[in-house]
């Protein structure tokens, strides 16, 4: 059983930055990809980034050059940092963990959540 926690979320205008934090309870943290997830009101949950077991990582082409996904396995911990942010980015932001090593960016792949970290980003 593995327990998310995510922080960092808040109020940021257009162009500003934030990053998420997920820190994750157990010893296997290491051993799991790890992804960030959003959604925002009346849509469906959609994948950000993620990040497998060899520091390999992917995104989302809304995502791509502006968020950096990362991980600090001795701390436990799953990093998002979002720069140019857009009004567009406003959801609440999830991460994830799959069992897969080489886990992909759908939803279903992912076996624990956290609680959600809402971002709003004002024009």
Do not use: H
């Not at 911990?77 to 799959?98: F, R």
Request: hydrophobic share 30%; proline share 2%.
């Amino acid at each position: 059983q593995v327990q998310l926690v995510e922080s960092g979320g808040g109020l940021v205008q257009a162009g500003g930055s934030l990053r998420l934090s997920c820190t994750a309870s157990g010893r296997t943290f290491s051993r799991y990809t790890m992804g960030w997830f959003r959604q925002a009101p009346g849509k469906e949950r959609e994948f950000v980034a993620l990040i497998w077991l060899t520091s390999y990582s992917t995104y989302a082409d809304s995502a791509k050059g502006r968020f950096t996904i990362s991980r600090d396995n001795a701390k436990n911990t799953l990093y998002l940092q979002m720069n140019s942010l857009k009004p567009e980015d406003t959801a609440v932001y999830y991460c994830a963990a799959s069992t897969y090593a080489t886990g992909s960016g759908t939803v279903s792949d992912y076996d624990y959540w956290g609680q959600g970290t809402q971002v709003t980003v004002s024009s």
